[in-house]
């Protein structure tokens, strides 16, 4: 029976990354992912999941290793961001603010995802199993940090861990298995994602429209490419999802501001929006990470990005602690006052803008108004997005 000191379930962004930090401390690690993604090649189209990603999540992929890797396939770098209700009341960041290059890069999972199982080769400490998912957890020892888990695997593999990572997204086995409750409600709303190719060239800003049924927001693609997102009632979005790309089109130039202009549609698809937080981000030798921690409303797309801090805050953690429930304890005192806080600040904003009356209208536009001339307090809440 294979010996490993962690043992990831899922190879997404989040687990492969972290699997990543914890071989370069000497840590022998197994990861399992169910499935593989597709091999890249230039000539496919844009993938319907892309991910804003930070300058934070920027410096993390450099350190791994992967950042050049997705450089070589695809993303799309933007300098600004904007947000508005109404005309003349809007808070725009650019990058020049805090004098870089990009305040991000619009990048699809997939791609993050390749370039960084393609960092696996350089560490024979990562093992992959790959085709394979969990089934069972059984613990071995409860006494301590001498705990030892058997991971048996879908094949009829089982190996044996001291520390089980769960990266394994919302609906986390590895969270179910473990008992680790969570706090979690529906939005009442759906959203959808359009790919979507632009007669307007506007691949350097990505923004954010507040109406009253929900937000339209752009996220700039490469070659006049966008992917747009519409927030709004469950029964407005199965509706569009039931059009034909002409009707869609049609209904995106009703919708959508005129500044986006004529677009072609080229694919699309939607799912609901949730809020989960699990209550504890570990149990004994159990952590979690990414989704299978926390979801968020996609507002201001800091899902993958909040993913990638709590993979910082677990690599640091167990680098001064090592492979114990005192680094456990560390990064659950780190991460989760920082996510709940992203969360809830969310949760307000998307709240505040999600209604039509007349006093707040005014309120909130003028608070955007004063926003976009704060100065300092503008730059470190672009920092703190960024994470900077």
């Keep these: 029976m294979k010996q490993f000191d962690f043992t990831i379930i899922g190879g997404g962004m989040v687990g492969s990354a972290t699997a990543i930090g914890l071989a370069k401390q000497g840590w022998k690690v197994a990861v399992v992912e169910a499935q593989l ?17 930070s300058a934070g999540s920027v410096k993390l992929l450099n350190e791994l ?15 600004r961001l904007a947000t508005w209700e109404s005309d003349g009341c809007q808070i725009e960041f650019s990058a020049e603010q805090l004098a870089l ?10 791609v993050v995802q390749l370039a960084l199982l ?4 350089h560490y024979p400490e990562i093992e992959l199993f790959s085709g394979e998912y969990l089934d069972r957890l059984t613990p071995q020892n409860t006494e301590g940090d001498a705990a030892a ?22 609906n986390s086995k590895v969270r179910q298995l473990s008992n680790i409750g969570i706090t979690a409600w529906d939005y009442r709303q759906h959203c959808m994602l359009i790919h979507v190719e632009t007669q307007l ?14 937000p339209r927001s752009l996220l700039p693609l490469n070659g006049q490419q966008a992917s747009l997102v519409w927030y709004d009632a469950p029964a ?6 039931k059009m034909s790309n002409r009707q869609l089109e049609e209904e995106i130039h009703r919708a959508f501001p005129a500044k986006l202009g004529q677009v072609k549609v080229l694919n699309q698809g939607s799912f609901p929006l949730t809020r989960r937080h699990a209550n504890h981000y570990f149990v004994g030798h159990t952590v979690l990470v990414g989704d299978a921690a926390h979801t968020i409303n996609p507002l201001a797309g800091q899902g993958v990005n909040l993913g990638f801090k709590d993979v910082m805050g677990l690599v640091e953690s167990v680098a001064k602690e090592g492979n114990n429930t005192d680094a456990f304890k560390r990064y659950h005192r780190i991460r989760y006052p920082d996510n709940l806080l992203m969360q809830t600040s969310m949760d307000l904003f998307y709240k505040g803008f999600s209604n039509d ?3 707040l209208k005014f309120a909130r536009n003028a608070a955007l108004k004063l926003a976009d001339r704060s100065g300092v307090l503008k730059e470190k809440a672009l920092k703190y997005a960024l994470g900077l």
């Design 118 to 121: 393609e960092q696996f080769e």
């Design 65 to 79: 290793g992967a950042w050049e890797g997705i450089l070589a396939r695809r993303c799309c770098p933007y300098k």
């Design 201 to 214: 060239p506007q691949q350097d800003i990505t923004w954010q429209w507040f109406t009253p049924t929900g």
């Design 357 to 359: 009356l007349a006093g």
């Design 101 to 110: 290059e990009s305040l991000g890069y619009m990048v699809e999972n997939r």
């Design 149 to 170: 888990t058997l991971v048996a695997l879908s094949n009829g593999t089982t190996l044996s861990t001291k520390t089980i990572i769960g990266a394994d997204g919302a």
């Design 236 to 241: 407005t979005i199965r509706a569009l999802s």
């Design 37 to 53: 993604p597709q091999p890249f090649n230039p000539e496919q189209s844009v993938d319907l999941r892309v991910s804003a990603i």
